[in-house]
């Protein structure tokens, strides 16, 4: 994830931001907006160490994998869509036709017995 991102629309971070930083608050997200700056000041205050070891920290958490709430956000999608090119086989074509494998109509065996 990027701070551009973040910047840019925070909200889907906050569960995420609100687990790695317990001390937060909803108030102290929406009072921030958005800036890492305003946020890492918060986080050092609350958190009792310096705002640059908190703006440090902060980074890192932003420069890491995006969280999954904010991932599956609708401002991403064109992104989620772009990724999952990632996730089909060489030569296999993502619209064709799936019928070939036949098992559609055949209800599945429950877990644990062979019929």
Excluded at 87 to 96: H, I, K, T
């Amino acid at each position: 994830m990027s701070r551009q991102q973040f910047q840019d629309d925070w909200r889907p971070f906050r569960d995420a931001l609100l687990s790695r930083y317990p001390s937060l608050t909803d108030g102290d997200l929406s009072d921030a907006d958005g800036s890492t700056a305003a946020l890492a000041k918060t986080i050092a205050g609350r958190d009792g160490i310096e705002p640059a070891e908190a703006q440090q920290r902060l980074h890192e958490f932003l420069d890491g994998p995006m969280p999954a709430d904010a991932y599956a956000a609708p401002l991403h999608d064109n992104a989620a869509v772009m990724d999952s090119a990632d996730y089909v086989p060489a030569g296999e074509d993502p619209l064709a036709d799936d019928r070939r494998f036949g098992d559609d109509n055949v209800p599945s065996t429950p877990m644990g017995r062979d019929r």
